[in-house]
């Protein structure tokens, strides 16, 4: 998987300590609405692979990072305190690794992954808004399927993933280009673990936990309302 470099996001969080420029300050009752294109890449680890109830004793798999639309809203409680519901969705595939990297691709999976934080704003009437936030994630997977392409594959086979609820961390920049519009930089991490189990595939029954933690990074545009 491709790996980002989050130093710009932190370059410019680092503005913070800078001077002040001022525009009109974030209120209480206040709506950001932002529009981002992300890439989530998974932090993955795998545990081992049960075949037909046997521990295998080995890794087995590896998931890929995807970029797509995100939508965000978020309401200020007051001028520093808001709350951010983040919308989109991913699709990503689960290839086999170590002892499952023959197989090749093992699962492809769409991802709902709504996640809710509580954020702090530093600087809410200036420039160069920086904020950090703590939530919840609750992620759901549908529309599993074994590849056809897949050593697994196998007529009436089936996967799925069970749905995950963890932590997420958030850090993120915005930058008034006046009153109402800005530019937004965005980093989160989410705490994502699932378990895949398999039916009716060439290996029988099958099951595999996986910790996905994806690092996701943001740019995109905004507007208050």
């Not at 109830?53 to 808001?82: C, K, R």
């Not at 709350?83 to 990503?92: A, K, N, P």
């Not at 799925?160 to 008034?176: E, P, R």
Request: proline share 6%.
């Amino acid at each position: 998987m491709k790996k980002y470099s989050s130093a710009p996001l932190f370059m410019l969080l680092a503005g913070f300590l800078g001077p002040v420029s001022y525009v009109q300050a974030y209120e209480a009752g206040d709506w950001l609405i932002r529009g981002r294109v992300i890439n989530v890449n998974p932090n993955d680890s795998s545990g081992t692979v049960s075949v037909n109830g046997v521990d295998q004793g080995t890794e087995g798999v590896s998931v890929d990072s995807d970029t797509v639309p995100e939508l965000d809203i978020t309401y200020m409680m007051t001028p520093n305190w808001g709350i951010e519901l983040i919308l989109g969705y991913s699709e990503h595939t689960v290839d086999g690794s170590q002892s499952w990297d023959f197989l090749g691709p093992v699962a492809e999976t769409k991802v709902l992954p709504p996640t809710l934080t509580l954020q702090y704003h530093f600087r809410p009437n200036a420039k160069l808004k920086p904020y950090v936030g703590m939530g919840v994630n609750y992620t759901y997977f549908f529309d599993e399927k074994v590849p056809n392409s897949s050593g697994l594959s196998n007529p009436g086979d089936s996967v799925k993933l069970k749905s995950s609820w963890g932590l997420a961390f958030q850090a993120g920049v915005d930058y008034a280009l006046d009153d109402d519009w800005f530019l937004n930089l965005d980093l989160k991490y989410i705490d994502i673990d699932t378990t895949a189990t398999y039916r009716n595939t060439a290996a029988g029954s099958v099951s595999v936990s996986t910790d996905i933690d994806p690092v996701i990074f943001g740019i995109g545009i905004g507007r208050r309302f």
